[in-house]
């Protein structure tokens, strides 16, 4: 596993790619990956698995700061608020869209866009009720948004390298 995440190979796959070549490997690996992550990502069931971390955030946040989130994201699809970008979870999380793409980088953004959909929906909704959860406690804006921040994280992985949702 570590060796996994530090990018090295395993001594099978090493053997294969001596016998047929680095670049050849690479295509195949490439591909491999590639068909795994169309399979994820194109499959509207896969998205839906999205939702199951904004009712566990709503288990162990107050209902009124859930009900003021969802609202607040909601709106925040027609009219931009930029609390993400005050939200250290939500910009990482978010990450940033390359400004040129191949003609099959766009056939794959097409077919997930449902999956990033509810992956922005439910991380927003997340962090903003929880930050008015905090809020309402007395905590600061900046602390309010790196604690809801990291339980977010908690709930639903914060994808830096190795990282895994802990309540999940």
Known sequence: WTNNIAGKKNKLDRSFETMIGRKVFSFLDGTRK?????????????ALTNFIAPIQAMAKTNKLAVAK?????????????????????LTSRMGT??????????????????MKGADWFAANQIVRSKYYELRSKGMSEEQAHAESGKFAARIMGDRTKGANAMLY
């Open 34 to 46: 590639q068909t795994g992550a169309n399979m994820i990502g194109f499959n509207a069931s896969s």
């Open 69 to 89: 989130g969802t609202a607040d994201t909601i709106k925040n699809i027609f009219i931009k608020d930029n609390f993400a970008e005050k939200n250290s979870f």
């Open 97 to 114: 869209d390359m400004l040129s793409k191949t003609a099959w980088q766009k056939i794959q953004d097409a077919g997930f866009v449902f």
